[in-house]
T-cell receptor
Framework: DTAVSQTPKYLVTQMGNDKSIKCEQN?????MYWYKQDSKKFLKIMFS???????INETVPNRFSPKSPDKAHLNLHINSLELGDSAVYFCASSDRDRGSEQYFGPGTRLTVT | KQEVTQIPAALSVPEGENLVLNCSFT??????LQWFRQDPGKGLTSLLL?????REQTSGRLNASLDKSSGRSTLYIAASQPGDSATYLCAARNQAGTALIFGKGTTLSVSS
């Protein structure tokens, strides 16, 4: 009965490759997010997606593109991976009408070599 | 622009002590504030959520307070245990449905 799940848990790839991380929530929430946790453990928002409205953090390179096939899924696609993309990526979800408490997935540790 | 600061960055206490973790935010017009726990190499576990209209929330040995006028929240942990050792993150949300703005966390170590 996992609330927010992500796959894969670990991802090791080479520079220049394209990769995707998948996220699914079974909480019936209307908003989903992607956060990046850098090497200093600082968490920062990348994207939020609410009812087909995408809000992009202005510091995110356009090599990163979120894709939401439906309300329960928000995938993250990354083109032309760079060393600096190495981080832990967390998916989260919340419901605007239920207090907006955010629930986080277990994270995907991306290592770019 | 909302900024969240947590002090101290690290804290070591002996088992059994009561302790307070501090969180401050620059924009008092917050929607709510959420405290999380993160164990090494793990995801985030939500501990407490305080809505802007509330002054405090309690869960077991944890009590979180919110003072919007001063831009501060505190997380009080009673009778600390080694199992409480983790990084505690404070995060503020400015509007319903928007993203959380995180502090850099306080890493707590409780020794037996």
């Amino acid at each position: 009965d996992t609330a927010v799940s992500q796959t894969p848990k670990y991802l090791v790839t080479q520079m220049g490759n394209d990769k995707s991380i998948k996220c699914e929530q079974n909480l019936g929430h209307d908003t989903m997010y992607w956060y990046k946790q850098d090497s200093k453990k600082f968490l920062k928002i990348m994207f939020s997606y609410n009812n087909k409205e995408l809000i992009i953090n202005e510091t995110v390179p356009n090599r990163f593109s979120p894709k939401s096939p439906d309300k329960a899924h928000l995938n993250l696609h990354i083109n032309s991976l760079e060393l600096g993309d190495s981080a832990v990526y967390f998916c989260a979800s919340s419901d605007r009408d239920r207090g907006s408490e955010q629930y986080f997935g277990p994270g995907t540790r991306l290592t770019v070599t | 622009k909302q900024e969240v600061t947590q002090i101290p960055a690290a804290l070591s206490v002996p088992e059994g002590e009561n302790l307070v973790l501090n969180c401050s935010f620059t924009d008092s017009a917050i929607y709510n504030l959420q405290w999380f726990r993160q164990d090494p190499g793990k995801g985030l576990t939500s501990l407490l959520l305080i809505q802007s209209s509330q002054r405090e929330q309690t869960s077991g040995r944890l009590n979180a307070s919110l003072d919007k006028s001063s831009g501060r929240s505190t997380l009080y942990i009673a009778a600390s245990q080694p199992g409480d050792s983790a990084t505690y993150l404070c995060a503020a949300r400015n509007q319903a449905g928007t993203a959380l703005i995180f502090g850099k966390g306080t890493t707590l170590s409780v020794s037996s």
